[in-house]
């Protein structure tokens, strides 16, 4: 029994490890981006840096602190196995594609129409059951914001090709 | 007679109907806002600071306090009640509050907790009254090496009191620090990290930014446990207000922890990037750590809610002394209360006091009217606050996501604001599944600007030579504390045998990696 929780935790803490490296790996090449940037931006001398100079070491710094995130997991975490347990996130997928798709239509149907949809979907999404409810919710919170923002804090938002 | 004139001219002006409606309107929105697990005292200050845009400059952060200290307040009463913290700093008050619920003693529980933040805030209040005046006297000697210094020391701080290994909170310093970098160059003007964007030239934006990390992120992770079918809300009966006074074994049980729960909770306010989460899981382990009967914290002990609860609310007060005295803000409320200011032409700092005095004392004077505010509101409501958690979650979760979406926009207008929303939010997700902490992010991202300034100020005004970072008595001390946070740290890596272990654990790796070749 011992064995074997040991066993258990022996392989926790590889799964920790490993999703560890994978993010220290992927840090290490985004501070070798940010310095590559960095001299692009110029340097310059230390007696007047220039508008690269802090990136840079930032960037070495991150590089460094990469290697150490490396060489020494944080094996005192509770359990991730995030990439282990990526179906988890399956529906959050489904939501940020969502917000994806109604950032891109914001212009073309217009902000109301559009938030409306959004409402609709997350709605839905998050478990409503029926379209009775998400409809009349969806409606609500778009003529709250059009009272609210629009008519008593005078924020344009953006209009569709219906002009609302 | 300074302090008693100034204050009095501050009970002027906020008892003045329009700056009491701003307080009033923000404790109240406030606790709404705490009570909302996801959207946070940085969350909800972002999303209602359109409304301050058409006020004067005393009323605009008359009402932001109120806001912050409103949701903490808020906080507290759902982890009690349903055992969710609205707002991260309560999450400790779960741990107690909610024992003492399940045992029938809620009224109690909520009582002490409004009292203990308020006496907190109180204490908080005369530290503030006090210590300002001096503080803006002392912040003039703040050249730009002592104030890279300071900001380097808040950095190494909120790294080793953050959850997880200092590596990985640094990184999160680091990587908050880079994304402050984005956008024109302050000297220069020459635009980083834009790659052609007219949107980023302006540099990235804090609301989407604190709106996605944790207002975004916080609901994709409750929506995951949703749609398992965990998360399931059970609101109990809520208590009567007579049943809200604690009993005199109650009050001497508390006196002690609210009184060190203050005192810490505003020391700890007072230290850029000190916050009210550290502040209330300090306050815990010393509770715990000083009572006869540790055995029983985790049980229901009033100790382990007026402490805590105290101390959160004193860090809230504290926080505003850097930003009122040096201009350097602590934390996400702070840089936004800083933002706020900026847009009425004040610029906070040691020179506030003297040519603001009606907007330094007013915001003083306001919080202890919005603590008074706070418990006379609060005690009777709290049924009604409880009642908002009986909206499904189903309904929630997309409504907060909305009010992410609308208090980003509002703020400039802007769609790019809300794409940047999104993407952080994703990015807050994915770094929260893998235990990331992000408050280090966020003080690096506000503090980025400060510490490149002064950093590259200091190497211009000394013509390249490091030593103007150990030339003054200030930059010593402070780079001497960090060099102690650092050393201890590392201390207690290697004692915790983390080094060794990783290491072992590499050599194994690379052996069998070179086994399988």
């Known amino acids: 029994m011992g064995r074997l929780s040991g066993q258990h935790r022996d392989e926790e803490d590889a799964i920790k490890n490993r999703d560890d490296r994978i993010v220290s790996v992927v840090s290490l090449v985004f501070s070798c981006l940010v310095m590559v940037e960095s001299v692009r931006l110029k340097l310059d001398d230390i007696r007047e840096p220039g508008p690269g100079f802090v990136p840079f070491f930032l960037g070495l710094a991150l590089a460094v602190l990469s290697i150490i995130a490396f060489i020494f997991p944080d094996l005192q975490k509770k359990a991730a196995a995030f990439w282990n347990d990526w179906r988890r996130g399956r529906g959050i997928i489904a939501i940020f594609a969502g917000l994806v798709v109604y950032l891109s239509l914001a212009r073309i149907l217009g902000f109301y129409i ?8 997350l709605l839905k999404v998050s478990g409503e059951r029926g379209y009775k409810r998400p409809l009349l919710v969806a409606l609500l919170t778009v003529g709250v914001t059009y009272l609210l923002f629009h008519k008593l804090l005078f924020i344009p938002f953006p209009k569709g090709f219906l002009g609302i | 007679m300074d302090i008693l004139h100034g204050i009095l001219t501050g009970f002027a002006v906020c008892l003045a109907p329009a700056k009491l409606l701003a307080c009033f309107f923000g404790v109240l929105v ?5 009570v909302l697990p996801g959207i946070g005292p940085a969350g909800a200050v ?20 109120g806001i912050y200290y409103g949701t903490q307040y808020g906080g507290s009463t759902t982890s009690i009640l349903v055992n969710i913290p609205g707002e991260a700093a309560s999450v400790i008050t779960c741990m107690d509050g909610y024992q003492m619920t399940q045992k029938g003693r809620a009224g109690a529980a909520l009582g002490i907790s409004a009292f203990a933040s ?3 805030g109180t204490i908080g209040v005369i530290g503030l009254m006090v210590l ?14 002592e104030i890279f210094a300071l900001v380097f020391l808040a950095f190494t701080l909120v790294a080793f009191l953050s959850s997880g290994s200092m590596a990985r909170s640094l990184m999160m ?4 620090l880079l994304l402050a970098t984005v956008g024109q160059e302050a000297i220069t003007a020459i635009p980083r990290f834009t790659f052609g964007s007219v949107d980023l030239q302006s540099g990235l934006d804090l609301v989407p930014l604190i709106m996605g990390l944790f207002g975004i992120s916080e609901v994709l992770l409750s929506l995951e446990d949703l749609r398992r079918g965990e998360g399931a809300v059970t609101v109990r009966p809520t208590p009567r207000f007579w049943d809200l006074l604690p009993d ?12 060190r729960g203050s005192l810490l909770g505003f020391l700890i306010g007072l230290l850029p990037g000190g916050t009210g989460i550290i502040a209330s899981f300090g306050s815990y382990a010393i509770e715990k750590r000083m009572s006869r009967h540790p055995e029983r914290f985790g049980q229901g002990e009033i100790e382990g809610v007026a402490g805590p609860e105290a101390a959160n609310n004193g860090a809230a007060q504290g926080a505003f002394i850097p930003l009122l005295t040096l201009g350097i803000p602590g934390n996400a409320v702070m840089a936004l209360t800083l933002g706020a200011l900026k847009i009425h032409g004040i610029v906070p700092g040691p020179f506030l006091i003297k040519e603001h005095p009606n907007v330094f004392w007013g915001v003083v004077a306001s919080m202890y009217v919005g603590n008074v505010l706070l418990l006379a509101l609060n005690l009777p409501l709290i049924g009604m606050w409880v009642r908002l958690l009986r909206i499904p979650k189903s309904i929630l979760y997309p409504l907060i996501i909305f009010f992410c979406i609308i208090g980003t926009y509002s703020v400039n207008n802007s769609l790019f604001d809300v794409g ?22 966020i003080l690096g991202f506000i503090l980025g600007p400060v510490l490149e300034t002064s950093a590259r100020q200091s190497l211009i005004m000394s013509g390249g030579m490091f030593d103007i970072f150990y030339s003054s008595t200030i930059t010593i001390i402070l780079l001497g504390l960090t060099a102690v946070v650092l050393g201890t740290a590392v201390y207690s890596e290697f004692r915790k045998g983390k080094v060794s272990k990783g290491l072992e654990a590499l050599k194994r790796e690379m052996e069998a990696s070179g086994e399988r070749e």
Request: aromatic share 14%; net charge positive.
């Open chain 1, 114 to 121: 559009d938030t409306f949809l959004l409402m609709t979907f």
């Open chain 2, 30 to 34: 406030g606790t709404a806002m705490g």
């Open chain 2, 46 to 65: 972002a999303l209602l600071i359109p409304l301050t845009f058409h006020m004067d400059a005393a009323s605009a952060v008359i009402m932001i306090a």
């Open chain 2, 118 to 120: 308020f006496i907190a």
């Open chain 2, 132 to 145: 300002s005046p001096p503080l803006a006297e002392f912040a003039l000697k703040f050249g730009p090496p």
């Open chain 2, 173 to 176: 310093v680091v990587l908050g």
């Open chain 2, 248 to 259: 005199r074994q109650d009050w001497k049980r508390s006196v002690g922890p609210i009184g």
């Open chain 2, 420 to 441: 940047a929303l999104f993407f952080f939010g994703f990015l807050g997700y994915v770094l929260r599944r893998l235990n990331f902490d992000l408050a280090p992010l």
